[in-house]
C-alpha cells in the first residue's frame, strides 16, 4: 500500500528525532517543493498523458492547464476535421521556423495544418497553414502536477503523492531535516540521496513506454530517392 503524505513526513521526523508540530508543518511545505523539483527535472512515465484539443480556425489551440512539454515533436495528431475522420500529424517547430514558413507559404489556407509552435506564456499553439474548419486532435504531453494545498492540513495528510517511490520521498525529507538538528549524518544521506534518485531513474520506465529514439525532424530528412522502384 502505498504512503500517504502524513506517512512519508512521520517516517523521516522519527529517525531525525524530531517530530514537534513546528517541524512537521514546515516538511509539509518541503515536500510539495521536493515533489515540484522531481516532477519538472525528470520526465516520468507516470507524467504523460493524453488530451483532446480544438484547433481553431484561426489557427490558435489553447492547451491543458497543466501542460509542460509534448511528448516530441509529433506529439499533436489530427484525428478529425470538419466532422470527417483524419490521421495526419502536425509537426512542432521553434518560433523563427513557424514564422519564416507562414511569411513564405503562398498557401494561407488548407485543409489540415502542417506545422505548430508553442507559446509557453500563455499555454497557447499556433498551426499554419490556417484550416478551413476546426479540427479535433490529440496532444501527447507532460503534466505538471500542482501542489497539495497547505489550508486543510487533514486532506493533506491523507493524500498520496503522484509520485510513486515513497522511500525516495522519505529519504529526500530526511536530509532535508537534518539540517535542523545539525546532523553530521546529512553529508552522507545526502550522497545516498542522488545514488537513489539515479537508480529509481534507471528502473522506471517499463519498455516501450517512452519512445526510446528521437525521430528525424521530417521537415528536413524525406525518404532517399534513390533505390525505390518505379
Known amino acids: 500500500m502505498r504512503s500517504t503524505r502524513l506517512d512519508l513526513i512521520d517516517a523521516a521526523l522519527k529517525r531525525v528525532g524530531n517530530t514537534t508540530a513546528t517541524l512537521k508543518d514546515a516538511a509539509r511545505t518541503r ?5 515540484q523539483d522531481l516532477h519538472q527535472q525528470w520526465d516520468w512515465p507516470f507524467l504523460w498523458l493524453t488530451a483532446t484539443l480544438t484547433i481553431q480556425p484561426n489557427g490558435l489551440l489553447v492547451l491543458p492547464a497543466d501542460f509542460q512539454k509534448p511528448e ?3 506529439s499533436l495528431q489530427i484525428f478529425q476535421t470538419g466532422g470527417v ?11 523563427r521556423t513557424f514564422a519564416m514558413q507562414a511569411a513564405n507559404q503562398a498557401m494561407v489556407q ?3 495544418p502542417k506545422i505548430w509552435t508553442i507559446d509557453y ?3 497557447t499553439g499556433r498551426v499554419w497553414p490556417l484550416p478551413n474548419d476546426s479540427c479535433l486532435a490529440t496532444l501527447r504531453y507532460k503534466t505538471f502536477p500542482s501542489d497539495m494545498p497547505l489550508t486543510d492540513s487533514t486532506a493533506y495528510d491523507n493524500d498520496v503523492p503522484a509520485f510513486p517511490y515513497d522511500n525516495l520521498l522519505t529519504d529526500l525529507l ?4 537534518q539540517s535542523y538538528e545539525v546532523d553530521p549524518r546529512r553529508a552522507d544521506q545526502l550522497s545516498l540521496n542522488e545514488s537513489l534518485v539515479q537508480k529509481v531513474r534507471g528502473s522506471a520506465f517499463p519498455e516501450r513506454s517512452y519512445p526510446s529514439q528521437i525521430p528525424l525532424d521530417p521537415l528536413v530528412f524525406s525518404r532517399p530517392a534513390w533505390g525505390t522502384k518505379v
Open 72 to 74: 516530441d515533436t509529433e
Open 85 to 95: 475522420a483524419q490521421a495526419a500529424v502536425v509537426h512542432e517547430v521553434d518560433h
Open 31 to 35: 515536500l510539495n517543493r521536493i515533489l
Open 121 to 123: 506564456a500563455s499555454l
Open 110 to 112: 488548407a485543409t489540415l
Open 174 to 177: 530526511f536530509e532535508w531535516a
